[in-house]
């Protein structure tokens, strides 16, 4: 399988006030088409830190970032922007769903940031993703008329509506109850595995955790995992 990411000694440290603040030291990950990971670890521990890297919304200070081979760093700003919107999908805590929009237009957001030539076998796609998450027949509601658990299955079809190599959540069932975050967390396991994406889930829920085939903590700033040798 294809090599998605790979961290080699990355590591992260913050310029405050107060001094330098090292939050990641020597992070090595490595996550290759079809792997799952669930990251946990304490408040505080750098688990949003780790994922900003791994989605290039964040420069590690230190060590050597991959994410199909590319180091994502040497691009230009603009092409980072369109490698990021081709290959990496992102779901968050909160939906961030437009409000004026419709369900199948928020499908497709990331189509409209100019990077693609061809956007009808786009809307195919987008039309594909929310059948198999069962919102068929929502797609032209504004997300307003959707349940939470509703808003976080079209979040995640937008996540994949470039066929992502790399999906990173941060804590995607946080604002769900357990019956409906058990079933978001159960599709987006799926989705991943059937889009043949490597997912790294940041969550603070064992439940959410337990249906990872890995889970990986973050301890005394640090991280070592690959599927290969786990
Ligand atoms: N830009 C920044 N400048 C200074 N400190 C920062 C910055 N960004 C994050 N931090 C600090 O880095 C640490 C790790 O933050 P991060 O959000 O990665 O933790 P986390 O493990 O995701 O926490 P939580 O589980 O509470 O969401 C925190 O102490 C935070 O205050």
Redesign the pocket.
């Known amino acids: 399988m294809p090599i998605v990411l790979q961290m080699n000694n990355v590591g992260r440290t ?1 310029s ?1 006030a107060a001094g330098e ?1 090292t ?1 990641l030291d020597n992070v090595n990950l490595q996550l290759s088409s079809g792997d799952a990971v669930a990251l946990q ?10 994922l900003h890297i791994a989605g290039t919304l964040d420069k590690p200070t230190s060590g050597e970032v991959a994410i199909l081979n590319e180091n994502p760093w040497h691009l230009s700003a603009e092409k980072l922007a369109g490698f990021r919107n081709q290959h990496i999908g992102f779901v968050f805590q909160e939906h961030q769903l437009l409000p004026q929009c419709s369900v199948l237009e928020n499908v497709l957001l990331p189509t409209l940031a100019g990077f693609d030539r061809d956007v009808k076998p786009l809307k195919k796609r987008a039309v594909e993703l929310l059948e198999q998450v069962g919102l068929q027949d929502r797609s032209a509601h504004r997300p307003a008329a959707l349940s939470g658990g509703e808003r976080q299955r079209v979040a995640v079809c937008r996540a994949l509506i470039h066929q992502p190599s790399l999906l990173l959540a941060d804590e995607p069932t946080g604002n769900l109850d357990p019956a409906t975050a058990d079933t978001v967390g159960s599709l987006l396991l799926k989705m991943a595995a059937e889009h043949d994406a490597a997912l790294l889930c ?1 969550t ?1 829920s064992n439940d959410l955790a337990s249906h990872f085939p890995h889970v990986v903590q ?1 301890e005394n700033r640090t991280v070592a995992f690959s599927a290969v040798t786990n």
Do not use: A, D, E, N
């Open positions: 913050f405050t603040l939050i670890g304490p408040s505080g521990c750098g688990k949003s830190t780790l940041v603070h973050v």
